[in-house]
């Protein structure tokens, strides 16, 4: 049984990014320690993405201590909430959204989730190609689709920066004979402020900063791992020549 779990655990991820579509996916490559990475993603994560999607597990003042920024400089150009009596949310808040429960089900049809997590129940390699993975479909509400969430029910929140795509289709035939068509790109149909090089930048920024707000300790336990195998290694010298010592004159 434990096997089993084992090989689930290692298909899981993989199966995040396999597409029946035929639409390629790419890898993202996340870099935790990427400091300068992760402040960029936080930027644009709360100027883009945290109108309606929180991050209640991550506190600012903890984002503030990780990302190497002060307090000060998060109060002024990363907190925008406030509180219920109209107060500013605090430096030791977590990052909750001013939108309430009733608004968000009535606007989109369910309440957005909170993105804490997201990178570990779906995994970063989905979460960057979901941020850049729309395109044009007037069929639905919000005139967008996506490659990773068919019938997504969010619209483009940074088409200003990457601009609208539009799918490109090829008709296939599957193992039965049937024809039908198939994703397999997108192509722009109108630019936006960014080249794609440089949307791909911003994807990978933001899929990074969700990278370690699912797990903002893991830096310093891998830190805190490489001194205890070191710690061990010289207690496991120290041990092998006291035991020489110590049996040195027994025969």
């Known amino acids: 049984m434990k096997t089993l779990f084992l090989i689930l655990g290692l298909l899981l991820p993989a199966a ?5 579509s035929g639409f ?3 890898k993202a490559k996340v870099d935790r320690a990427d400091k300068a990475s992760l402040q960029r993603g936080a930027k644009y994560f709360v100027n883009y993405c945290m109108g309606c999607h929180s991050l209640q597990h991550l506190r600012y003042n903890r984002l503030a201590e990780d990302l190497g920024l002060n307090e000060e400089l998060v109060r002024e150009n990363l907190i925008f909430t406030h509180d219920d009596e109209g107060a500013p949310t605090k430096i030791g808040d977590t990052m909750k959204i001013a939108m309430d429960h009733w608004y968000g089900k009535t606007a989109f049809g369910t309440l957005p989730p909170d993105l804490t997590l997201v990178t570990r129940w779906r995994n ?6 979901y941020l850049r993975g729309f395109y044009l479909d007037e069929t639905k509400q919000w ?3 996506n490659v990773m969430f068919p019938n997504v029910g969010m619209p483009h929140v940074l088409w200003e920066l990457q601009g609208w795509q539009k799918p490109v289709y090829e008709d296939r035939v599957d193992q039965h004979g049937n024809s039908h068509k198939v994703l397999v790109k997108l192509e722009l149909a109108e630019p936006g402020t960014m080249t794609a090089a440089e949307f791909d930048r911003v994807a990978l920024d933001i899929t990074n900063f969700l990278a370690y707000a699912a797990e903002p300790a893991r830096q310093m336990r891998h830190l805190v791992g490489f001194w205890v195998l070191f710690f061990l290694l010289i207690l496991t010298g120290v041990a092998y020549l006291l035991k020489n010592e110590y049996w040195r004159d027994v025969k």
Request: charged content about 20%; hydrophobic content about 35%.
């Open 24 to 26: 390629p996916m790419e």
């Open 16 to 20: 995040g990014l396999a597409s029946d």
């Open 124 to 129: 970063p390699d989905w979460v960057y190609n």
């Open 143 to 145: 005139g967008v689709n």
